[in-house]
């Protein structure tokens, strides 16, 4: 647990170490998880009112489907295990990238360690939920942002969909990332500075705004 606040001011030096994946990995988890349970349960009356606005001219019947779903207990329930699902997955489906893309770069990244770098790289990220959790409640906002993005007045704009993805925990992140990825899988610093990079803005350019594209489709 020691290299959960070490990774925070010397990450250099807990990837000199072996490390293992899970203190970080439920760290991470459990922040997401208090995080959604607290805005649920603390601003319930915020949350109903900004879906209210939205369901407003659904037809009545679809609205009363939209409300009975608002107010049921289920809702959050099917939340935590969005959450418990897709939080670890999404830190194997990164650690599968880097353990294919870092040999076509001139690395070598075995999955393990992969997983161990993205599991720390996670809960960085994580840890912008107790910046959002008190601000979400002094303002009475459920829906706080820290990114770029908020900087945009069309939400849906390309350069808005982009910046959205640019705030200093991901970027903490992906530095943590590219630490990892000198000391694991044997590159430069540089090398893994740009590895993590051009993954990261192809993401960011290309993959996301298209995914976006059709979510609103």
Do not use: C
Not at 82 to 97: E, M, N, R, S
Not at 128 to 146: D, E, F, H, Q, Y
Not at 154 to 173: H, M, N, R
Request: net charge positive.
């Amino acid at each position: 647990m020691r290299n959960l606040i070490r990774i925070i001011y010397e990450p250099d030096k807990v990837f000199e170490e072996e490390q293992k994946p899970w203190a970080p990995l439920f760290m991470g988890l459990l922040l997401s998880l208090l995080f959604f349970v607290g805005i649920q349960l603390l601003l319930r009356e915020e949350i109903l009112s900004n879906a209210m606005k939205r369901v407003a001219e659904l037809p009545e019947d679809q609205k009363s489907n939209a409300l009975l779903i608002l107010n049921s207990p289920r809702r959050i329930i099917f939340g935590l295990v969005t959450i418990l699902i897709f939080y670890p997955l999404k830190v194997a489906l990164l650690a599968l990238i880097y353990n294919i893309a870092v040999p076509i770069f001139g690395g070598e990244l075995p999955y393990s360690k992969s997983f161990t770098i993205f599991s720390f790289s996670s809960y960085i990220s994580s840890l912008s939920t107790l910046i959002k959790l008190p601000v979400a409640l002094i303002t009475k906002n459920p829906l706080v942002r820290i990114d770029l993005g908020v900087f945009f007045a069309s939400k849906t704009s390309y350069l808005a969909t982009v910046a959205s993805q640019v705030d200093l925990f991901t970027l903490f992140a992906l530095t943590v990332a590219a630490l990892g990825l000198e000391k694991y899988a044997k590159v430069k610093k540089e090398q893994a500075f740009t590895i993590v990079g051009i993954l990261w803005l192809s993401y960011i350019l290309i993959v996301h705004p298209l995914l976006m594209v059709r979510r609103i489709r």
